[in-house]
């Protein structure tokens, strides 16, 4: 597994109150070629992050399988309902086995 | 709105049958059936590349009555996979925002598994200026 030399950005409330349902917003840069698209003659290789895992206290909490159709920069939007203190942990993984990751905790109380 | 099944004669078919074979992958033989999903895209999209998409189902999301997928598919895009979310009760709320890629004016199908086995299917059209750069 290698490391993905990218910054992903996480955007979630620091603090919610007990069954609060919180928006989470994701924002990674990559390229997603789809290993369709010509450029100057050839080919560019086929690169895409193929999936997003969301974790919330170690269990899945939300998964996203990406393909072709997903943007350039894949952004995603969803949301967590909170009933105590958690810890959050994102990871993208491209069809290389590249990696990253970001983490977050959000506080109750 | 794309016609269910997708039609199978005309000059799309060869596209069709692609589409179609995309969604078996994901449901297997189940029927959709028209549902609570509101699935938005911009009625004009300047970049196909950047297309925001919102996808919210009405579903209670507890654990005896929830969401476990939504499926996203173009119809005529080169290929027609976009993306597929698996949903847990622990989210709260059934929607999710993205932005898809559009090579040209088309629906997209959209299609939400229950945690009883029924499958929601909802549409979605949007016109494109700019194509998004699949091939």
């Known amino acids: 597994m290698s490391r993905l030399a990218v910054q992903p950005r996480i955007r979630i ?4 109150r007990a069954g609060e349902v919180i928006e989470i917003r994701t924002l990674i840069e ?5 290993g369709l698209r010509h450029e100057g003659g050839s080919i560019r290789p086929r690169d895409l992050l ?36 958690s810890d959050f942990e994102f990871i993208w ?9 970001a983490t977050a905790r959000v506080t109750v109380g | 709105m794309l016609a269910w099944p997708p039609p199978l004669a005309g000059p799309a078919a060869a596209d ?7 969604i078996r992958a994901e449901i297997g033989d189940a029927l959709p059936v028209d549902g609570p999903i509101t699935a938005r895209l911009p009625a004009i999209a300047e970049n196909g590349g950047q297309v925001p998409l919102t996808v919210a189902v009405d579903s209670p999301m507890t654990p005896a009555d929830h969401v476990v997928a939504i499926h996203v598919f173009a119809t005529r895009n080169p290929t027609p996979g976009i993306a597929s979310f698996r949903l847990t009760p622990a989210m709260g709320k059934a929607e999710v925002q993205t932005r898809i890629r559009l090579a040209e004016d088309q629906a997209i199908v959209v299609l939400a598994v229950l945690s009883n086995g029924t499958v929601w299917r909802a549409g979605a059209e949007a016109r494109v200026v700019q194509g998004g750069c699949l091939s």
């Open chain 2, 16 to 22: 069709d049958m692609g589409l179609i074979a995309a």
């Open chain 1, 50 to 85: 193929h999936r997003l895992l969301v974790r919330m206290n170690g269990e899945t909490l939300f998964v996203a399988d990406l393909r072709n159709g997903t943007s350039a920069n894949p952004y995603h939007v969803f949301f967590a309902r909170i009933t105590r203190t």
């Open chain 1, 30 to 34: 990559h390229p997603m070629e789809t």
């Open chain 1, 13 to 16: 409330p620091r603090s919610a």
């Open chain 1, 93 to 101: 993984q491209d069809e290389r086995g590249g990696t990253a990751s």
